[in-house]
């Protein structure tokens, strides 16, 4: 029992190093890892947007090698002229982003733990306790009978009902394995810091490409939840861009046509039913015109050939600003592949997607709700101005910053 202790003590201080921006505070912890369920990459895209477009500071690295089975997420080589120039190793990496009001949060990023996933709970526990967290948040796609040209709807779990704001009741119990983003809330949940599960309904014929569309939609939801002002542009112009796309191939096949029809149609009536169930199903089979599988194929036929000629271009000149050349050879492509769908032939594996505008925020009504959760969590008191809050959060954050201001009297 004595060397299991010690040997849980040696884990637990081996599992990170400290960054930079050690011993910073944040109230909001936001998690996603790769290789766990996230359909469309909507979890994926969300992160990456934020660490790109916010001031990022690490908080700490852990350590790869106790956390993640080179097998599974294998470093990727770098070789210029017959040399090997660099050699990228995967990590797992805590870092601290101030969002575009100036309101301090952890993202926890990178590849899902292989191994040792209670040692690497605790040493995520100890950072949070540290940074005074009081909320987490986590990001993932789910594949849905949602069409892509309705907004996409968010839903929530959480490890307390009272976070929850209204939305369509589920059908059943659903029974799945579990994510490290859900062990890891529950085990914050245990110390008091509870956790919200934000799941983005992709297109299931979009499932396995990017989707950007529903990362858009879930910063938003997130933005709306917690009174944060994340930036969500890039994602809805990449969308808006490639959906006209895709919408030019379903137009040409009527079949398809007909299936997105019987799904916009079965969206409708659940949007407008005052007492609907759980979303995340297909509808009837008399109501699609095509299989699953069909649609899919015809739509991945697309997405491989994009795919493809995007390699190409890539393999045969290393200059980023002939994207515009790239755009001509899709369109190009867009030609080709309406002809073989007119002849009838759908096949392949999908690469990348398409999207469109940012789904509709929450209605007052559920804002509001939050609002209260959120108040109560903190401990904050009557404290409903946002602004007054995000100076409140960036002050404790970092003391220097000067002094949060006092409720006015208006």
Known sequence: MADNTLDQFLDDREAYDDGPAKGARAPILLTHFDGAMDAGTAGHLAIEQLLHTLDTQRVATFESDMFIDYRSHRPVMNIDDWVTTSLEVPEIALDLVYDDAGVPLLVLHGP?????????????????????????????????GVPHTRPT????????????????????????????????????????????????????????????????ALLTSLSDYADLSLPVGDL???????????????????EVSRTIAALEKHYDALATASNSTETFRLPDSESSAMSAEDITETIEEFLRTRSQRSAEADATSANTD???QGDEEDQVTIDDVLD?????????????????????RPSQGQRETVEDV???????????????????????????????????DD
């Open 322 to 324: 002939e994207a515009t």
């Open 236 to 254: 809805e112009r990449g969308a808006s861009e490639e959906i006209d796309q895709v919408t030019q191939l379903i137009e040409a096949n009527e």
């Open 374 to 408: 959120l108040r109560r969590l903190r401990d904050r008191g009557n404290d409903s101005e946002a602004t007054e809050r995000n100076q409140t959060l960036r002050h404790r954050a970092d003391p220097t910053w000067g002094p949060p201001q006092q409720p006015s």
């Open 153 to 216: 709807p968010v839903h929530m779990h959480a490890t307390d009902g009272s976070l929850l704001p209204e939305q369509p009741q589920m059908s059943g119990t659903m029974r799945f394995p579990a994510p490290m983003t859900s062990f890891l809330q529950s085990h914050l949940a245990s110390q008091g810091i509870d956790g919200v599960t934000m799941l983005a309904a992709v297109p299931y014929y979009m499932s396995d490409t990017q989707y950007p569309r529903a990362a858009s």
């Open 340 to 360: 073989r769908l007119k002849e009838g032939s759908f096949h392949a594996r999908p690469a990348r997607g398409a999207e469109s505008e940012s789904s509709a």
């Open 112 to 144: 899902e733990p292989d191994a040792k996933w209670e040692t690497f709970v605790r040493a995520v526990s100890h950072l949070a306790e540290q940074a005074g967290v009081e909320i987490s948040f986590s990001l993932h796609g789910i594949p849905s």
